[in-house]
């Protein structure tokens, strides 16, 4: 019997050794008797060192602590399962077991021992934990996303959704669970929702695509929407969508749209859309055969208005008149503002030159009314300019220009007008384009000359000043007045280049006829407002220039327009100050025509004041242009101001100036404007005869 019971202690060791999981036996007193070779392997030590120990001095003090609590609570049970944490005494490492322990009784129930199996789930607890924060990151991001995410079954029903989701649909989540995909999709969207399917279905995906849903409210809610396609473990399909309110983005492309084709200030269409609806409808009237007109509106000295009353006054003018437009419109026309004071109108196909005379003279008198600008009140007038397809222009660029032309027509025959394009327009435009052009070569070219009309103190008959007075000797069109080429330089910037050749020569002639022993006098140069305008270094170069001819700044006049002192800005107060420091004299040409505000005369440190010919010519006796011209040399003489009388054509008319105390005169009475030699002939005989 003993060699049998040496047999099975023998051969239970090895039974255990083919087990291919670890395995252990231990004592009711938590001593280890067995462990197999599995077990050596996944703890790292020798069962030598195990059996007959409870773990001590081989495992940490805490783990053999849980080992024989774990031991304890089998041996009061049938069975317990459990993880624990074990030391892998080779390695140097802790590893998550999982066990199974079960203790073993005899045939009175007596407990003998206890029986365990351990399976090495590190890794397995691992990745478990790494799923399990996985899973918690993407439940995170789909309650917390700002943007709606949906699981969709195959009939639009929904399985999940976050909730954004909700927040987009304005539903509860008990709500939705009731609804489906359709319901929330309006009916119009039928054809697109089918394309999308069908996509999904074939690729595995849909999107991104634009659609609204309606809301629980009623109301529209834009959306973008990507989907891809799910098929789960037991065979069902789903849709897993990203459902984007994209309303901002809407708002602010409409923004975008709106400020791209409408004029902030009025909220009428801009040049842009104004453009484009002149197209569109000049192809109408083509296709139909018919005609369509485009009025271009501009008010007249709308300046004035900002300088007196200020821009955010102008601005309100602005909207007042845009709204007076708009009401005298039909249905069809557009009415656009282009760009500061401009309009323009396209009125629809066929209507008659009576009805665009009643309609042009209506937006007339409405622009014309007084405008309430908070507390001020405030006057304007507009002129126009009309333009008919297809005999005026077959396109946008060329109703345009010939509208422009037109309103420009009516400004010069006295403004508060309209007129309708006609060719001869169009040929002083084309006029205009080519003196626009010579007149670049015409400095290097030598073709400007300098005249001199004198200007005569009344009492001695000599010659104190002169004014210099500008001609184009053109190679074709013989000699040309400032009047036809002036305000074309004006408008090219030529007239800077121009500015400094008059300059330069009137200083070379001064100083030519110093040499030659003339009488020193003063000379004027008109200086135009968009010289002005310009930067100030310009009196740098004049400075230098009168250095060099070694002449003092008093030999020169600037005559300017009452205008300029109107639009007074930093840049030309400034010149003003310049030039009265070289000790150049400012004289105010044409008084009487313009403004003729007593204030701005007051303000700045005018020398000369010319009246205008207009009021020297009607010069009789009791007439209201001699009162008038009375009234301006006493104004004059009060403020210390010098008066020049220009026009004077006849002895009575210089008689009678004389008698209302006017000083000095100018005109065809005492000579023509005279080349300079000429002048200087002139001028050696007035010595004379002094």
């Given at each position: ?131 399990r924060d996985s899973e918690e990151k ?102 897993w969508s990203i459902v984007e309110d ?231 069109m013989g000699l040309v007045g400032p ?208």
């Amino acid at each position: 019997m003993a060699g049998v019971f040496d047999w099975l202690d023998k051969g239970i060791p090895a039974v255990l050794d083919a087990i291919p999981v670890p395995v252990f036996v231990k004592d009711p007193d938590s001593r280890f008797i067995l462990i197999n070779q599995r077990c050596e392997e996944q703890w790292g030590i020798p069962r030598a060192a195990v059996v007959g120990s409870t773990g001590e001095g081989i495992f940490p003090p805490e783990q053999v602590v849980r080992l024989m609590e774990n031991d304890r609570r089998a041996l009061e049970s049938s069975t317990v399962a459990c993880d624990e944490v074990v030391r892998n005494v080779a390695l140097g490492q802790d590893r998550t077991l999982h066990t199974l322990r079960r203790p073993i009784r005899d045939p009175l129930g007596r407990t003998r021992s206890l029986v365990g199996v351990s399976v090495d789930v590190t890794d397995v607890r691992r990745t478990e934990r790494a799923l399990r924060d996985s899973e918690e990151k993407l439940r995170g991001l789909f309650e917390l996303s700002p943007i709606g995410i949906t699981l969709n079954r195959m009939d639009g029903s929904y399985v999940e959704f976050n909730p954004a989701f909700c927040a987009i649909c304005g539903y509860s989540p008990d709500e939705l669970r009731r609804l489906d995909y359709w319901t929330l999709t309006p009916e119009k969207y039928a054809a697109q929702e089918q394309e999308q399917l069908d996509a999904l279905l074939t690729d595995g995906h849909y999107g991104p695509y634009e659609k609204e849903y309606i809301r629980k409210d009623g109301s529209l809610v834009p959306l973008r929407l990507t989907g891809v396609l799910l098929h789960a473990s037991d065979g069902s399909s789903y849709i897993w969508s990203i459902v984007e309110d994209i309303t901002a983005q809407k708002k602010a492309q409409e923004a975008i749209w709106y400020h791209a084709n409408f004029d902030d200030i009025t909220a009428l269409p801009n040049r842009r859309m104004v453009y484009q609806r002149l197209d569109e409808e000049i192809a109408r009237a083509r296709g139909s055969g018919r005609h369509m007109a485009l009025l271009f509106l501009d008010f007249d000295r709308f300046k004035e208005i900002n300088d007196a009353f200020g821009h955010d006054k102008g601005d309100l003018l602005l909207k007042e008149a845009a709204r007076r437009l708009a009401d005298r419109l039909r249905h069809g026309d557009t009415v656009g503002r282009l760009n500061g004071d401009e309009f323009m109108i396209i009125v629809g196909a066929d209507d008659t030159a009576q009805r665009l005379d009643v309609l042009a003279d209506d937006l007339r008198q409405a622009l014309g009314a007084p405008y309430r600008l908070g507390a001020d009140l405030a006057y304007s007038s507009v002129s126009i300019g009309i333009a008919v397809f297809p005999q005026d222009g077959e396109n946008a660029e060329a109703l345009v220009r010939h509208a422009d032309q037109a309103m420009y027509e009516a400004k010069a025959l006295g403004r508060n007008r309209y007129r309708f394009f006609r060719s001869a327009l169009q040929e002083e435009a084309t006029r205009r384009g080519r003196i626009a052009n010579e007149l670049r070569s015409a400095i290097a070219g030598d073709q400007f000359r300098l005249f001199y009309q004198p200007i005569i103190d009344f009492e001695t008959g000599k010659v104190l000043k002169a004014e210099a007075l500008l001609r184009w000797q053109h190679p074709e069109m013989g000699l040309v007045g400032p009047a036809d080429f002036i305000p074309v330089a004006e408008q090219s910037g030529e007239i800077i280049a121009i500015g400094q050749w008059v300059f330069d020569e009137v200083l070379r002639q001064i100083t030519a006829w110093d040499a030659a022993g003339l009488p020193p006098i003063r000379v004027g140069v008109n200086r135009s407002p968009v010289e002005f305008r310009q930067s100030g270094d310009v009196l740098d170069v004049w400075a230098a220039r009168l250095a060099e001819h070694g002449l003092s700044g008093r030999r020169v006049v600037v005559e300017i327009t009452e205008g300029l002192l109107v639009e007074l800005s930093d840049t030309v107060r400034d010149q003003f100050e310049r030039l009265q420091r070289m000790g150049i004299a400012l004289s105010l040409d044409d008084f009487g025509t313009g403004y003729s505000s007593l204030a701005y005369l007051r303000k700045f440190d005018v020398d000369f004041l010319k009246i205008d010919r207009a009021f020297v010519q009607g010069v009789e006796r009791g007439s209201d242009d001699l009162t008038l011209c009375e009234a301006i040399i006493v104004m004059a003489q009060k403020l210390g101001i010098e008066v020049v009388a220009e026009g004077i054509e006849t002895e009575n008319q210089r008689a009678l100036l004389v008698t209302a105390g006017c000083r000095l005169g100018q005109g065809f009475l005492f000579s023509r404007p005279l080349p300079a030699d000429a002048f200087a002939t002139y001028l050696r005989g007035t010595t004379r005869r002094g």
